[in-house]
């Protein structure tokens, strides 16, 4: 979050993040394919056809496999209805209550695979 203070930028904290068992993307896609489903009932390849986007795209978005970008987000919004808050809004109760490992269980950032020490008597 980010506000402006007499011509300067001061950045605030940030919430909490809230989606604890599902990444971005992949709740992203949860909410696009339930919107387009329940409320178009379109297919993918009319959805993307009326967002001027490509067919492959919109299934890769789907399945959580790419982060959309902002005018993907708008075009796919325009044609089911709805504004893009509604999809992030959907996509992070989706999150919330979708069943899975939490974020970061499976992998921690800059954490070796094999953790076990090395001595010079473990070589083979």
Do not use: W
Not at 83 to 101: T, W, Y
């Amino acid at each position: 979050m980010i506000a402006r203070s007499r011509g300067s930028l001061t950045v605030l904290p940030m919430p909490a993040h809230t989606l604890t068992h599902t990444a971005l993307p992949t709740c992203v896609g949860m909410a696009l394919r339930q919107l387009r489903l329940e409320r178009t009932k379109l297919s993918q390849e009319t959805l993307a056809h009326a967002a001027g986007i490509h067919r492959t795209y919109v299934g890769v978005l789907e399945r959580g496999a790419g982060n959309p970008t902002i005018t993907a987000l708008e075009r796919a919004a325009r044609v089911l209805g709805v504004r893009v808050s509604e999809i992030l809004r959907l996509a992070e109760h989706l999150g919330e209550s979708a069943p899975g490992p939490e974020i970061g269980s499976v992998f921690t950032v800059g954490q070796p695979r094999n953790t076990a020490p090395v001595t010079g008597t473990d070589r083979t």
